[in-house]
């Protein structure tokens, strides 16, 4: 589970976060959607440990954020946008070595390998990571992120620029994970994957949330044909 009130965030005089606060509930893929310097990342980058707030707070699994970072890395996966493998290393010895450093055993690491790889269509885990297409590398960062089968995931646009055969992959992924039980924290400028995923969705624009509930909802008190067009009549009110 993921609580947050009150997140402030200040870069300078940029307010990027002005009091946010939302939960995201085991077994379910909550989404955070908002426009480009909406706050989305730096609201994932608190959640993540990588930055602090101001003032406010965030618990991960019941650990603060600021108080308990280092429990809360244990408990998250985190595909973040533009982050990659170790490229001279291959897939399979990334894995590794991400599972070595959350303490999984050798056999566990393994274990947990083959069920991922097949269901996510992995074939390629011998060969070294700066031989992979995008849509190939973004589903060993998958892997790599839920060696140590974390009960907290956060993934920030992990379909972007990602052809069809892979966006699938990586949806049925996230279904799977959704349905383990795990909490999802799904970030995407894609609305109709948004709509295709979310069981609920927060949407934040200038640092604040503007509006929040299902899909159906947010269309029903808009008044639109889909998640998209609500979300534009919301961030432009």
């Known amino acids: 589970?993921?609580?947050?009130?009150?997140l402030q965030k200040h870069f300078g005089n940029v307010e990027a976060l002005k009091g946010v606060s939302f939960n995201c509930k085991s077994g379910q893929v909550t989404g955070l959607l908002g426009p480009n310097g909406a706050g989305k990342t730096t609201t994932i980058r608190i959640l993540s440990t990588i930055l602090k707030p101001i003032s406010g707070s965030a618990k991960v699994n019941g650990f603060d954020v600021v108080k308990d970072a280092s429990k809360v890395r244990s408990s998250l996966g985190v595909v973040l946008e533009n982050t990659g493998l170790y490229r001279r290393l291959t897939?399979?010895?990334n894995v590794l070595y991400f599972a070595d450093l959350a303490g999984v055993s050798r056999p566990e690491a393994y274990k947990r390998m083959e069920v991922l790889y097949k269901l996510l269509e992995i074939d390629y885990g011998?060969?070294?990571a700066g031989t992979y297409s995008k849509g190939m590398a973004q589903k060993l960062n998958l892997v790599r992120a839920v060696i140590h089968d974390p009960p907290v995931l956060i993934l920030d646009e992990p379909t972007a620029g990602l052809d069809?055969?892979?966006?699938?992959?990586v949806r049925t992924f996230v279904k799977q994970q959704r349905d383990s039980g795990k909490t999802v924290l799904f970030s995407t400028h894609l609305m109709n994957e948004a709509e295709l995923l979310?069981?609920?969705v927060y949407i934040i624009n200038l640092g604040s949330i503007v509006a929040e509930g299902s899909?159906?909802?947010l269309k029903q008190r808009t008044q639109s044909n889909s998640l998209?067009?609500?979300f534009m009549k919301v961030v432009k009110q």
């Not at 589970?1 to 009150?6: S, Y």
């Not at 069809?164 to 992959?169: E, G, I, N, Q, R």
């Open 1 to 6: 589970m993921i609580e947050v009130q009150n």
């Open 91 to 93: 897939g399979d010895e």
């Open 126 to 128: 011998k060969r070294q």
């Open 164 to 169: 069809v055969p892979s966006t699938l992959a």
């Open 198 to 200: 979310c069981d609920y």
């Open 215 to 217: 899909p159906e909802e």
């Open 228 to 230: 998209e067009e609500a």
